[in-house]
């Protein structure tokens, strides 16, 4: 059985930290790219940022740039996604993806987790 687990959400004030882990089984993960969506309440779900399999390639959405690290170990099937300065904006359900692509576009997700919460309380 395919499986994304995300953990690591929670309640911050502004300023502070998060770190999310996400752990794939079920699957040969190792070949895929692995990202974070997210998706706020009335809002459509949107790219926050990807790795490549190999963890030598990441991509980040305008918005996080700077503040947000995604990382995972070669080939790994763990990602994690450490984010500082947290905004009240940044207030989501985080969703773990797979795919074989970037992990930067919705429709091409192959695999999603359940998501986690991360509400930044002002």
């Known amino acids: 059985q395919v499986q994304l687990v995300e953990s690591g959400g929670g309640l911050v004030q502004t300023g502070g930290s998060l770190r999310l882990s996400c752990a794939a089984s079920?699957?040969?993960?190792?070949?895929?790219?692995m990202g974070w969506f997210r998706q706020a309440p009335g809002k459509e779900r949107e790219f926050v940022a990807a790795i490549s399999w190999s963890g030598t390639i990441t991509y980040y959405a305008d918005s996080v740039k700077g503040r947000f690290t995604i990382s995972r170990v070669y080939a790994g099937t763990t990602v994690y996604l450490q984010m500082n300065s947290l905004k009240v904006e940044d207030t989501a359900i985080y969703y773990c993806a797979a795919d074989q692509v970037r992990a930067t576009i919705v429709a091409e997700v192959d695999y999603w987790g359940q998501g986690t919460q991360v509400t930044v309380s002002s």
């Open positions: 079920g699957h040969s993960f190792s070949t895929y790219a």
